[in-house]
């Protein structure tokens, strides 16, 4: 008869939100790390196509663990708003951007190296209630879980095995990159292009420039490479996102056929957004991440941290209470800011975000406001009232939020 294996806690995906809720569980919360198992269907270093900003609020929330970016990474050191012929820049520190195969293996291996059970190549195929826990039946055998924690990001399994609705339209994200080129003038100086114009023909969303380390490995202050990207936030279907990359890499001299190129989805989190289910809880992208930027690795990170501390607490009691976690991350900075962000996708990407768009290109108090935003900063009393005279009605909930 085979031994029946149980653990506290079953992460299932060891992407950012796994490994930092495992991390979070062991260093922060004092959980014995064997109690504790992370499952990914893939070996790391895995392929994880993304163009690897991880904005300041990732990096300290993880250096406030222990765990450093002991990868290649080049430091963001402000944006530019790039809008009809013209262009904004500010300068702020934003955090890295990092390559994702070497990145998530640091993050999963050091979760390992404090003797969290890691298994790679392990998915989940089944799940059903189990007395207080569950029954996880994997690709490679069968295992038991006081806590269930999908952390399986945009296509989760876990979600499909619920039968979990989506709570709003996937965006779409395209993503490749090139050596550096000369004509990459916010990358050279480490600046993270934003080109708005493709709102302008419909699309919502951004086209992106970043200086990204060198694919082979090797760090350094210049980057030798840049990512190069579209998003769309799909709140209106559009079969143009591919063309309209294809138009800014013309643009820019570059030859969308000469890229590897690929789509892929993003969840965004929204005011419906599930964040625990039949006490299983959902962290990361499996839940949702940030609907005007796509973008969703600090915010996974720092769910991540919350979603320890409310498994802590029901490791302690005995059992799960029900709401605590999603109630905490809905009244944490980081879930105020993504409910933000779904409430700006649908005001700036739109024909009436115009205004926006222009008021971020021309106004450097706008973007020293928005890099704080992105950067995951509170934003003074004096930037929002600014913000708010600026924008008037609207700005005020800009900048109440
Ligand atoms: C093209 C593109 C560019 C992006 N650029 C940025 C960016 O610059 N900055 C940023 O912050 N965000 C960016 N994002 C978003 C970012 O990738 C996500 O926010 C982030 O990966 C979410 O982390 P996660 O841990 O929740 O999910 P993931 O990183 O997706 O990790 C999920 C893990 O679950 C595993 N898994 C899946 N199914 C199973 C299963 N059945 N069983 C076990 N394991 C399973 C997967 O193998 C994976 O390792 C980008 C996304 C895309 C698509």
Known sequence: MSTRVTFDVVIVGGGPAGASLALHLVRDRGILPERICVIDAAQFPRDKPCAGAVSSLGVETLAAVGVSIDVPAIAMRGLRVLHEGGHGATRAPLGVVIRRDAFDTHLLHSARNDGVVVREGEGLVALSSDGGGYRVTTSRGVLFARHLVACDGAASRTRKLLGLREPARKGHLYVGDTEAMASDAGPREQLCDFDLDVCSRGLEGYYWDF????????????????????????????????????ACLRERGIRGDDMRLKPFPTRPFVAETVLEHEGILFVGEAAGIDRTTGEGIAQSIVMGKIAASALARGLRMGRAEAGCYADAVRSSRVGRHLLQSAWLAERVYGAPGLRYRRFLRDSAAARRAGAAWYAGERLSKITKAKLALALGVEGM???LV
Do not use: C, M, Q
């Open 397 to 399: 909930r800009v900048a």
């Open 211 to 246: 200086p990204t380390p060198d694919p082979r490995g090797t760090s350094g202050t210049l980057p030798r490479h840049t990512s190069r990207g579209i998003y769309h936030a799909n709140i209106t279907p559009s079969s143009r996102v591919k063309a309209e990359l294809f």
